[in-house]
């Protein structure tokens, strides 16, 4: 909803002022499709000389990010409290058991009671894997930390990728507009002898490329980045809770202090209250048994 009102606000605001000053809407109009194709098609050019098919994909997919917000509501993060504190209490009393649920988690009945963390294969891997490694006494807390932290480093690195692509088409943008006014300036010393109302025109259509370009960069382009990039660090959150909970796990604290561990590392808007928690924790025993 904001990524919408933003747009509207940017292009009421710029094009607005500009009708206001008495600026005459035409000429923008008339030259805008010409300088779309040479800015928007070099920009769309240079996106994809400098991404693969994937990234150029997940680039596209991920300005839905823009609109939407991040993937993980606050009833996410406490279901994921409720599955994390379930697995740990059956990893304490019967690792046996456990074994069934990590190994196929799409066929596990306590994954199956939450369908938004089954259907994120990064969440059920960085779960799975950290209790497999346990279960194989790989359970050094600080040599399993120091790894997830390896392997979520890396897992944002991927994640940012889109905003990193935006932003250079966005820094790119500026100069293809000084480009394609500048082609626009050849075509009108190409018609010197034209008069003056004539040549104003073409002036006029030339500079709207500056005008296009560092309008995309810095109105458009720019903020998307920013907004992309603030999801995946928001979504992050996520897969930071994990990795609390389960090293809190290796420690040998009580399941409800691990969770509790994941509850105050919660990003403050998405946090469940502890009596919530509690009340979840409790239905989800009620279930279990």
Known sequence: MFG?????IVFVMVFGGYII?????????ASL????IMIGGAALGAFVISNDSHSAKQTMKDIGKVFKGPAWKAQDYEDLLVL????IRIARQNPLELEGHIETPGESDIFAEFPRILADHEAIDLIC???RSASMNYDDP?????????????QQHHAEHSSHALQAIADGLPALGIVAAVLGVIKTMASID????????MIGGAL??????VFLAYGLVGPFSARVAAVVAEDQHFYSLIREVLVANLHKHPPNICVEVGRQNTPHDRRPSFNQLEEALRSGKKEAA
């Open 208 to 213: 709207v490329g500056t005008f296009l370009g």
């Open 4 to 8: 919408f009102l933003g747009i509207g």
């Open 84 to 87: 994390l504190f379930r697995l």
């Open 194 to 201: 034209q008069p003056p109302e004539v040549l104003g025109k």
């Open 129 to 131: 894997d950290t209790f």
């Open 142 to 154: 600080h040599q399993v930390e120091e790894l997830l932290d390896k392997r979520m480093e890396a």
């Open 33 to 36: 499709p010409f300088e779309m």
């Open 21 to 29: 000053a008495g600026g005459k809407i035409g000429i923008i109009l």
